[in-house]
Nanobody
Framework: QVQLVESGGGLMQAGGSLRLSCAASGSIFSINAMGWYRQAPGKQRELVAAITGDASTDYPASVKCRFTISRNNAKDTLYLQMNSLKPEDTAVYFC???????????WGQGTQVTVSS
């Protein structure tokens, strides 16, 4: 089992920056990849950043060059640096980890990010 706890959300004006953190505990040795997702009201949850075991990263076009995902070497904390925030970035942001045998998705409880115009 892996437990994920997000922090760092809040209210920010457009153009500002926020950094989200995700503290992982439990069987973190079993984690293969981690990522950040977001879900805005009335919309589906979407991937905003992913990082694999070899530290390869991936972003959708909507956040590329604005968001940066990183993790510490012990893989127990995941970060999402969000710059040049836009009102459309407003959503609940969730930390995700994939790992274990069989593969399992683990989710945090989410943290609210609100960007005002």
């Amino acid at each position: 089992q892996v437990q994920l706890v997000e922090s760092g959300g809040g209210l920010m004006q457009a153009g500002g920056s926020l950094r989200l953190s995700c503290a992982a505990s439990g069987s973190i040795f079993s984690i293969n990849a981690m990522g950040w997702y977001r879900q805005a009201p009335g919309k589906q949850r979407e991937l905003v950043a992913a990082i694999t075991g070899d530290a390869s990263t991936d972003y959708p076009a909507s956040v590329k060059c604005r968001f940066t995902i990183s993790r510490n070497n012990a893989k127990d904390t995941l970060y999402l640096q969000m710059n040049s925030l836009k009102p459309e970035d407003t959503a609940v942001y969730f930390c995700n980890a994939v790992g274990g045998l069989p593969l399992h998705d683990y989710w945090g409880q989410g943290t609210q990010v609100t960007v005002s115009s």
